[in-house]
């Protein structure tokens, strides 16, 4: 993703949406307190980062890999924990949070290459038990 340069000049351009979309995006818009070309900016922003991830370019991300899982699942917590020690060189952090009294939410904080980040994501999501895996990443510069 190219960051603005001091010398860049803005582009004007159309787009043709569903009026409610239109609606519902002023309405966030006005109530961040931003205009809506810098809403825009911001929204292409995130696209460009997120379809960078999934179609992953090259090099290095950092971000979360949020997990829910029922905990009353035999061995599941076990197998979390080995698979975070064999990715251990991507893993800065890990938050741990009971939603209920079966279930519970990690936020793994990693940094690395997006491919290895995406192989635990996978390697998560394949564990007996694991509700929803959601990754959220940013491309390092």
């Known amino acids: 993703m190219k960051s603005k340069k001091k010398d860049e000049t803005f582009v004007r351009f159309s787009a043709t949406v569903p009026p409610s979309l239109l609606e519902d995006f002023d309405k966030l818009v006005k109530s961040l307190k931003l205009d809506r070309s810098k809403g825009i900016q911001i929204a292409m922003r995130n696209f460009i980062t997120e379809e960078s991830w999934r179609s992953l370019e090259p090099g290095n991300y950092a971000g979360v890999v949020l997990i829910t899982y029922n905990h009353e699942t035999p061995g599941i917590e076990e197998k979390l ?43 998560i999501s394949s564990v007996r038990g694991i509700k929803q895996v959601k990754v959220s990443v940013m491309k390092m510069p």
């Not at 064999?86 to 690395?112: Q, R, Y």
Request: charged share 25%; with cysteine.
């Open 81 to 123: 924990t080995d698979l975070q020690h064999l990715f251990l060189s991507l893993i800065a952090a890990n938050v741990h949070v009971h939603l209920t009294t079966e279930d519970c939410m990690e936020a793994i904080i990693v940094k690395g290459e997006g491919k290895k980040i995406k192989h635990l994501s996978e390697s």
